[in-house]
Nanobody, 124 residues
């Protein structure tokens, strides 16, 4: 079965850092594009960053440029989201998702499998 499992969330003070991981199984990670999304209470799910199988990257949100980076380790079947200079407005549930698009897709609908999410809370 295809699975994506996020980990690494938690409570952090503003200005701090966290690294989230997305452990994948049931498919060959190197053949897929992976994106990170987040959803805050009462808000729509928001795209953050994407990495395709050629390590091409796309930022969906201006708010994370210069603070968040995405990387992948195909040997470990894992994709990472490094988050620095965290702000209270970064508080959300963070999700990773898989797409079979070659390039990072523009639409969230292009992602076919999603993880269950990991909570990130940034205190002021």
């Amino acid at each position: 079965d295809v699975q994506l499992v996020e980990a690494g969330g938690g409570l952090v003070q503003a200005g701090g850092s966290l690294r989230l991981s997305c452990a994948t199984s049931g498919f060959t990670l190197e053949d897929y594009t992976v994106g990170w999304y987040r959803q805050a209470p009462g808000k729509e799910r928001e795209g953050l960053l994407c990495i395709n199988k050629e390590d091409g990257r796309k930022a969906y949100a201006d708010s994370v440029k210069g603070r968040f980076t995405i990387s992948r380790d195909n040997a470990k079947n894992t994709v990472y989201l490094q988050m620095n200079s965290l702000k209270p407005e970064d508080t959300a549930v963070y999700y990773c998702a898989r797409s079979n698009y070659y390039y990072c897709p523009a639409s969230m609908g292009a992602y076919d499998y999603w993880g269950q999410g990991t909570q990130v809370t940034v205190s002021s």
